[in-house]
């Protein structure tokens, strides 16, 4: 077996997988900026802006576009170019925070907090950690802390219907952390 085949997706391929929106926001937005042979001020500030609206934020943009200033692309520039660049170097932001998610013992209960965007995928992710974690053998309580998004709270339910697992709620427009206090104190 090859190493590609061992290893899986890489680093980058999984980044964006996992920011399927984003990703797919960046794309349209580079796709509009990309039509030269080379980068110049212009379309380097027409990438900062669409990194920018594509949820980066100011800073990794700018990053990025600093990066992509000094990138020389020996196939020329192209869409998947500047994709991958842009991949790169979100990887090697992320690269020195990143550790995988380690459930021990004790103290219990653990929690795990996801936080993101609207549209980002947090609910199907919180359906998907649960159902690692029950694979794993350890009893999942999921919190609706998301008060405020309407349909949220029924969203969360629902996966945690599927798979048997109980679900904290709290009313619509309620206080999320009195909804997290009362999943803690029942999970104790």
Partial sequence: MSQDETSGP???????????????RLTENLAAVVTKSKLDEEQLDDIEDALILSD????????????????????????????????DEVAAILRPVAKPLEIVAFPRPQVVLV??????????TIAKLAHLFQEQDYGVMLAAGD??????????A??????????????????????VFDAVKAAT
């Fill in 10 to 24: 890489s680093w980058s391929d999984r980044l964006f997988g996992g920011f399927r929106k984003t990703s797919e």
């Fill in 56 to 87: 980066l934020g100011p800073r990794a943009a700018h990053r990025i576009r600093e990066r992509l200033a000094g990138e020389r692309f020996e196939r020329g520039i192209d869409e998947a170019a500047i994709k991958q660049a842009v991949a």
């Fill in 115 to 124: 936080i993101g965007v609207n549209g980002s995928g947090k609910t199907t």
């Fill in 147 to 156: 008060t405020f998004r309407a349909a949220a709270i029924g969203q969360l």
């Fill in 158 to 179: 629902v996966w945690a219907e599927r798979l048997g697992v109980p679900v904290i709620k709290g009313p619509e427009g309620g206080d999320p952390a009195s909804v």
